[in-house]
């Protein structure tokens, strides 16, 4: 076999794959998979917390590990808003426990 056909599958490869980015493989070693799963978890808690009619809600700090583990962080103005912040969170479809680092200054 030429040795010029043992690079085309590599190269075709390269292209059709999409490169992950920097630190796509958490520091406990998941998967990329996992990675994806947790930033889409982070994204739709979001979401959801910038539409809500409360403005500081939207200015909380999401961040999911552990295939949805969900730390909520930043400042609230009531209990009441801590509450909605974390009901929002476990409304979401793969959230297995929700943290809340909430303050209320």
């Not at 490869?13 to 998979?33: I, K, Q, R, S, Y």
Request: glycine share 6%; with cysteine; hydrophobic share 50%.
């Amino acid at each position: 076999m030429p040795r010029r056909s043992l690079y085309w599958p590599l190269l075709v490869a390269m292209l059709v794959c999409p490169a992950l980015p920097l630190g796509a493989v958490e520091a406990d070693g998941a998967h990329p998979g996992a990675f994806i799963q947790n930033s889409v978890i982070s994204t739709q808690i979001r979401a959801k917390l910038t539409q809500s009619k409360i403005a500081s809600l939207a200015h909380i700090q999401v961040q999911t590990e552990n295939l949805g583990e969900v730390t909520l962080i930043g400042n609230v103005t009531s209990q009441e808003e801590a509450a909605q912040a974390i009901a929002l969170a476990w409304s979401i479809a793969g959230v297995t426990r929700v943290n809340s680092l909430l303050v209320i200054p």
